[in-house]
């Protein structure tokens, strides 16, 4: 049986988030409450970039396509304009890999049960991104990449504390 394309998509997403998860547990012998700071330069904690990855995923994924936020109320505090504090009310790290982990199955599930009638539909936000696509396909998409690219910053953290990975 064929897969739709809202699955293929969920796919990539899942894909995308197990490569962030391998990262992030390659850094269990890091401090994931203090900024890295490297070569003059300071980057986000772990944490600040565990609980971003939670906030995005729900946000573009599940708002974005116009439904109800399914992530924690604290996780607004790392959204993209976030100065990299970290929120004061929540739990330990343990407790936000357990968020993430739940926010991720719920989005998941989500995704695959969507239409593909849906994916070209605008966003929600009507949010045009730089080559003009406003549809939920391409929000999906950017999910993907955005959690890409922020694998690579804990890539790079795993580099700057010289974990040996498998």
């Not at 999910?143 to 504390?161: I, Q, T």
């Amino acid at each position: 049986m064929a897969r739709t394309e809202t699955q293929i998509l969920a796919d990539m997403m899942d894909k995308a988030r197990q490569l962030s998860r391998f990262y992030i547990s390659n850094l269990k012998a890091v401090d994931p409450y203090t900024p890295i700071e490297f070569g003059g330069k300071k980057f986000n904690s772990v944490y600040w970039l565990t609980a971003h990855l939670l906030w995005a995923e729900d946000y573009l994924i599940v708002q974005g396509t116009g439904a109800k936020s399914i992530a924690p109320d604290w996780a607004k505090h790392y959204q993209i304009t976030s100065d990299g504090s970290l929120h004061e009310g929540h739990g330990d790290y343990k407790a936000l890999l357990g968020d993430m982990k739940q926010v991720h199955e719920s989005t998941m599930q989500y995704l695959r049960g969507l239409d593909d009638e849906i994916l070209d539909k605008d966003n929600s936000w009507s949010f045009h991104f730089g080559d003009g696509d406003a549809t939920n396909r391409f929000i999906i998409m950017h999910a993907v990449r955005h959690e890409g690219g922020h694998s690579g910053n804990l890539a790079w953290l795993c580099k700057m504390h010289e974990v040996k990975l498998p």
